[in-house]
């Protein structure tokens, strides 16, 4: 085949095992990783190793800086604000795909290649977009929607033909030192998954504390400050009900984190903006979409209204649990992304 792809290598063993079956398919592989913190890390390291044994050449880019602007920064300001962001997605688009692709074209690849469990086909109607992976329990299509048609169109995901037990047992055949590596499930830049901690450290302001209070406003009892929570949150409140009770809005502008019971956190319905279109061209109010509102949501089937010409309001079918502003929303036309945005209200 004779094609120059550049795999982005994590250190894991999904993005090892793509570069290795790009390599049996007949490219000309290139092994890169992105050095998003301070210094080379574990990850690094193993992606290097893994290159090594598969004889193909190995490269690091520093991109501290714009991983530091683009995702931390926004990641800081959104819990500032009351919001729970979704920085995989902000990251996929800004940062790993962005930079891969003008490394790859510079240095004479035509596609770069994830170990992501999802797949890419051409629609009818032109567009590309993300299409569930064989392995449903791995599928990765949510955290990819905000790729554009151009990133796309020079992207390969081998794995996404793969169930992971497959993926792991090639990793043990080839000899790969990752193969029995765990995923990875924390944010990477906060690896202990103390977001307070790392707000505080990031930016010097202490989380202030301020008031727990019901949905009618009474005081309730305190909080150590809005940045420890998120919609729906159950464990860690520390209050005396009697009952269970669970976040149901965070108000940055008052600094109350309001609580309830668990059926206030079910909505029929939510608005958002900032959307990406990936195999629709366009949204129609009527168009019904099955709609992921996190990572781990099953999905729920939705009608599209328009709040104004960039927002659309989704209607479920059925209540959904905890809608969380700064996540993403995630619309599907049977296994294919049709169109992502972020979640307002």
């Avoid at 309001?258 to 279109?277: C, H, K, P, Q, R």
Wanted: hydrophobic fraction near 40%; charge should be negative; proline fraction near 3%.
């Amino acid at each position: 085949m004779g094609t120059r792809v550049v795999v982005g290598m994590s250190g894991g063993v999904d993005s090892s095992v793509a570069a290795y079956l790009l390599k049996e398919q007949g490219y000309e592989v290139i092994g890169v990783s992105l050095q998003t913190l301070g210094k080379r890390g574990k990850d690094i390291e193993d992606a290097e190793c893994v290159a090594g044994t598969l004889g193909i050449p190995f490269h690091v880019i520093k991109v501290c800086e714009q991983f530091d602007s683009e995702v931390i920064d926004a990641f800081v300001a959104e819990y500032k604000n009351g919001r729970t962001p979704n920085p995989c997605c902000i990251c996929n688009a800004k940062i790993k795909w962005k930079i891969l692709i003008e490394w790859a074209l510079e240095n004479g690849a035509d596609y770069i290649a994830t170990g992501h469990y999802a797949r890419i086909d051409r629609l009818p109607n032109g567009r590309y977009a993300v299409c569930n992976s064989v392995t449903a329990k791995k599928d990765q299509t949510y955290a990819l929607c905000n790729l554009s048609q151009e990133q796309l169109a020079h992207t390969i995901m081998p794995v996404g033909e793969y169930e992971k037990e497959d993926v792991r047992r090639i990793a043990k055949l080839i000899g790969i030192e990752v193969a029995g590596k765990p995923d990875s499930q924390d944010i990477c830049f906060i690896p202990d998954n103390d977001y307070a901690s790392f707000i505080r450290d990031k930016t010097g302001l202490e989380c202030a504390r301020g008031n727990f209070v019901d949905i009618e406003g009474n005081i309730l009892g305190e909080h150590k400050g809005i940045f420890c929570y998120t919609i729906g949150q159950r464990k860690g409140l520390n209050l005396s009900m009697g009952k269970p009770v669970y976040v149901n809005k965070i108000a940055p502008d008052t600094n109350e984190v309001v609580v309830g019971d668990e059926d206030v956190i079910f909505s029929t319905t939510l608005e958002a903006g900032n959307i990406n279109y990936m195999g629709a061209d366009s949204i129609k109010a009527g168009d019904r979409f099955m709609a992921k509102i996190r990572y781990a949501h099953a999905g729920e089937m939705c009608m599209v209204t328009y709040v104004d010409s960039n927002i659309i309001r989704l209607r479920f079918d059925n209540p959904v649990r905890a809608v969380t502003p700064g996540q993403a929303v995630v619309m599907y036309s049977g296994p294919y992304v049709m169109a992502g945005a972020v979640i307002l209200r």
